[in-house]
Antibody, heavy 121, light 111 residues
Framework: EVQLVESGGGLVQPGGSLTLSCAAS????????MIWVRQAPGKGLEWISY????????YYADSVKGRFTISRDNAKNSLYLQVNSLRDEDTAVYYC??????????????WGQGTLVSVSS | QLVLTQSPSASASLGASVKFTCTLD???????IAWHQQQPEKGPRYLMK???????TKGDGIPDRFSGASSGAERYLIISSLQSDDEADYYC?????????FGGGTKLTVL
């Protein structure tokens, strides 16, 4: 069974930092490009970052560029998101997912259950 | 700029069919998309990819009631024989070099 399990969320003050993790199992993680997506309370899905299977390419949405850093450890089947200089508007549930833009056409895609980041003083 | 447009809401009766539309901007009207479902208080679930020619491939365990289609810049998700647990938000997603984009989502109410 494919599983993506996020962790590391919590309550943090404005300007603070967190490291989000995503543990993958049930598929060949090292073959998949991955993305982070967030969802603010009552809002839609927002793509925030992408990493290729070998970490050779990393992309960020303008809203987080310069503050967030994506990384992965294929030996540990894990994806990470370092979030710095947090703002109130970064409050959201953060999801990891496989990237349909990089997968083979017939591959199924997968989402984690999310981890909540709350930014508040 | 890569943009996906979805209607904010839709409604249909139990047992009926519904068609969701996701419209690509004119500069990207031959792009493939993915559809995702998000039931209340749950994480998203991948449904399918839909290509510019209407061909589509579904995710693991997605019932035959779900299908995809295309016409020009529009990509469709069609659900037949609506069930109560189809009540959810539906998002389309596309991609280009350096960017991934989601539509604003359509909230489905099953009457």
């Amino acid at each position: 069974e494919v599983q993506l399990v996020e962790s590391g969320g919590g309550l943090v003050q404005p300007g603070g930092s967190l490291t989000l993790s995503c543990a993958a199992s049930g598929f060949t993680f090292s073959h998949n490009s991955m993305i982070w997506v967030r969802q603010a309370p009552g809002k839609g899905l927002e793509w925030i970052s992408y990493i290729s299977s070998d970490s050779g390419f990393k992309y960020y949405a303008d809203s987080v560029k310069g503050r967030f850093t994506i990384s992965r450890d294929n030996a540990k089947n894990s994806l990470y998101l370092q979030v710095n200089s947090l703002r109130d508007e970064d409050t959201a549930v953060y999801y990891c997912a496989t990237d349909p833009g990089s997968s083979n056409w017939y591959d199924s895609e997968h989402w984690g259950q999310g981890t909540l980041v709350s930014v508040s003083s | 700029q890569l943009v996906l447009t979805q209607s904010p809401s839709a409604s249909a009766s139990l047992g009926a069919s519904v068609k969701f539309t996701c419209t690509l901007d004119s500069g990207h009207n031959n792009y493939a998309i993915a559809w995702h479902q998000q039931q209340p208080e749950k994480g998203p679930r991948y449904l399918m990819k839909v290509n510019f020619d209407g061909s589509h491939t579904k995710g693991d365990g997605i019932p035959d009631r779900f299908s995809g289609a295309s016409s020009g810049a529009e990509r469709y998700l069609i659900i037949s024989s609506l069930q109560s647990d189809d009540e959810a938000d539906y998002y389309c997603q596309t991609w280009d070099t350096g960017v991934r984009v989601f539509g604003g989502g359509t909230k489905l109410t099953v009457l």
